[in-house]
């Protein structure tokens, strides 16, 4: 809001926030962790930043893991030729998949990450929160109620990402990380998205 406002010239007074709804038709709280995969799913673009990612990523001192990144995007072929240049193992590339497919390999991977530039209320976190997924993301996403509760970073400091991964590859961290996560409650669902917005345009039409 502050930005919008900001850039076109607009009076915070009148602006209004309708949240990002999550699904509930997601399965909820059915995360069992059954592999060591980080995934990211989503746009394969700069500003998903996913070059920073596979490099934090060949950084963490635990080298069992894999890093899954489901997706398609114009930057796709030039990170998987990163990934060959660099010699970085443990990089796995998926093309788009169904939502249910999307929500089973959620289910059981160890963890999903959200390094984006710029994301403002990105719906995977709320997924993931959801599903049950422990997850990280940048500070750069405008979820302000998840600040102290989630693990977030700035997505242009390296060794702030790859210190949060390594923190996360040890159990007892990770076992806490994912306690802390399961009391945060988000039902705003789609129905209340509906009925927020349908107030704002009554309200406009008088």
């Not at 406002?5 to 997601?26: G, T």
Request: aromatic fraction near 10%; proline fraction near 3%.
């Amino acid at each position: 809001q502050d930005i919008l406002a900001k850039y076109y010239d607009l009076d915070n007074q009148k602006l209004s926030i309708i949240s990002n709804p999550v699904n509930k038709e997601i399965p909820y709280n059915i995360h069992h962790n059954t592999n060591k995969e980080i995934i990211f799913h989503g746009r394969i673009n700069k500003k998903n930043n996913l070059s920073f990612l596979v490099q934090a990523f060949a950084k963490m001192q635990d080298n069992s893991f894999a890093l899954h990144i489901i997706g398609d995007g114009p930057e796709k072929l030039s990170l998987k030729s990163e990934v060959e240049k660099l010699n970085i193992k443990n990089v796995i590339f998926s093309d788009l998949m169904s939502r249910e497919e999307l929500y089973q390999k959620l289910s059981s991977a160890y963890l999903s990450v959200y390094p984006s530039l710029t994301d403002i209320s990105p719906n995977g976190v709320l997924e993931s929160l959801r599903l049950g997924l422990p997850f990280i993301c940048t500070k750069e996403i405008g979820f302000d109620w998840l600040k102290n509760q989630a693990l977030m970073f700035d997505p242009k400091n390296m060794t702030e990402l790859v210190n949060i991964l390594d923190n996360l590859s040890k159990q007892d961290f990770y076992h806490d990380y994912k306690t802390n996560l399961a009391k945060i409650s988000y039902d705003y669902d789609y129905s209340q998205a509906a009925q927020d917005t349908l107030k704002i345009l009554q309200n406009e039409s008088h």
